[in-house]
């Protein structure tokens, strides 16, 4: 790892420190390629450039991260992106117009040129993994789904200006309670959140960067606030972007051609996280869409972290005029520094966040792990009208084909306890009419 990948990684560390650690405290979290010698000088560096705090003396010396509010702008951005930043917050007609530049992508290679730097990528995988390499894709977004569902919902439409609050947003999704003064594109934009969620966790197993994926993410999102004909369907007009210089492609054809080299490079990148930047910066840059393209962008940049079970991005502590300059760096000067550091400032607090959730809940991991395999049994006691003897031959015989062995009684447990509550609530997705279940339940009471 070269010099420079060394020093940010000290830098990172100190960041997920939630108080100030000593040299030595510091030195055992890095490991031994990192001498003593050369920590003490990057972190001398760092407290220069106003990156790192220092207090105490001699041995009792600390270190820690220079608290965000004495952050020069008060954002989330290190030295090197608040450069970048100044240069697009400039006035604009002090700023070339800009076309989309194809080379940009084109000399972008999958698993040999990567936007995150590896010891990030490291830290990124140590934060956000939580579930076994076993288990069935989306998992873990299933354990925090109703979480996930206010905080993405919430927050991916508070970056387009929605002002409804988290309390609001949470009574909108599972009251349906409207909040009263508010834009009726408000509550659309936040449900539409709610049907797109749902639409990447439930099909999580299954889904592929293809079009038609992105179009479905699209058209869930844009449905009622964008005209019918542009929904899931990419423009064939031009769009300008407020505050920028920038002029996206407005040939249907070269913006369909820039969306099948988006996917197909996305495809083949083999880390989730590499993987979900990348999309997250060429979506928004290529702005396929009439309009809704960076909610699309941030959406789809959640399919790879739910299907590799990791903690999804939900953008919190994301302030408006931060990730608005950071996708305006993109479209100007192609530089992702700026959305780098707002995408790891952001992800680490949300691991925190989901991990009190899960405490919280006392979640079931059986439940979650086998929840095909369970709803697929329960459908065919129902259509095969199985109880008593009948039912626990049929389960004896299928659990162990199904479901490991450390996990059967679990497992069986569920199957009875869901058939104990069995009504028409819990039978959506199973393939069953009202009929075949009231069938079975009279069945049950004949006994």
């Known amino acids: 790892m070269a010099s420079s990948d060394k ?45 790192v705090e220092k207090s105490g003396n001699k041995r009792s010396t600390k270190y820690q991260v220079m608290d965000r509010s004495q952050r020069l702008h008060g954002s989330c951005f290190g030295l090197e992106s608040e450069k970048v930043i100044e240069q697009i917050k400039r006035p604009l007609y002090e700023r070339l117009p800009t076309a989309y530049v194809s080379e940009w992508i084109a000399a972008y290679k999958p698993n040999s040129t990567f936007y995150i730097p590896l010891y990030l990528r490291q830290q990124l995988h140590k934060a956000g993994k939580r579930s076994k390499n076993d288990e069935p894709a989306g998992t873990y977004a299933h354990q925090i789904y109703h979480r ?36 009726d594109q408000e509550k659309i934009m936040i449900l539409n959140h709610k049907e797109a969620i749902r639409y990447l966790v439930d099909h999580a197993a299954t889904l592929t960067l293809t079009k038609e994926t992105i179009f479905t993410l699209h058209y869930l999102l844009a449905d009622g606030l964008v ?31 820039g969306l ?54 939900s953008f919190n502590d994301v302030e408006k005029e931060d990730y608005t300059n950071a996708v305006i760096a993109i479209y100007e000067l192609q530089n992702m520094q700026p959305l780098l550091d707002l995408y790891a400032f952001s992800y680490m607090r949300t691991c925190a966040l989901y991990d009190s959730t899960i405490k919280a809940m006392g979640f079931d991991e059986i439940r979650v792990r086998y929840r095909q395999q369970r709803r697929q049994l329960i459908r065919e006691i129902v259509l095969n009208l199985l109880t008593d003897k009948n039912l626990e031959i049929y389960l004896s015989s299928q659990i162990p084909l199904l479901v490991k062995e450390a996990d059967q009684q679990a497992f069986r447990e569920d199957i009875m306890e869901d058939l104990r509550d069995l009504d028409e609530s819990r039978i959506v997705g199973m393939g069953l ?15």
């Open 148 to 183: 996930l569902l206010i905080d993405l919902s919430y927050n991916s439409s508070r970056l387009e200006g929605n002002t409804y609050s988290l309390l609001d947003t949470q009574k909108l999704l599972f009251e349906g309670l409207g909040a009263e003064g508010k834009l």
């Open 7 to 51: 020093k940010l990684a000290v830098l990172h560390q100190l960041s997920q420190e939630s108080e100030p650690i000593t040299l030595s405290e510091l030195l055992s979290k890095l490991g031994e390629d990192y001498s003593s010698r050369s920590i003490r000088r990057w972190l001398s560096e760092m407290e220069k450039e106003g990156m």
């Open 260 to 313: 099948d080299v988006i996917l197909e490079k996305a495809s083949l990148i083999e880390d989730p996280y590499e993987k979900s930047l990348f999309l997250l910066a060429h979506l928004s840059y290529l702005q396929a869409f009439t309009d809704v393209n960076k909610r699309t962008a941030r959406l789809s940049a959640n399919i790879p972290l739910i299907q590799n079970n990791l903690v999804p991005l």
């Open 433 to 447: 009419s009202f009929d075949q279940l009231h069938t079975y339940l009279r069945k049950r009471l004949q006994r």
């Open 227 to 257: 005209e019918s004909q542009y929904t899931g369907k990419i423009r064939d007009h031009g769009v300008r972007i407020g505050g920028s210089t920038y002029l996206p492609f407005e040939n249907p054809k070269r913006i369909d051609q």
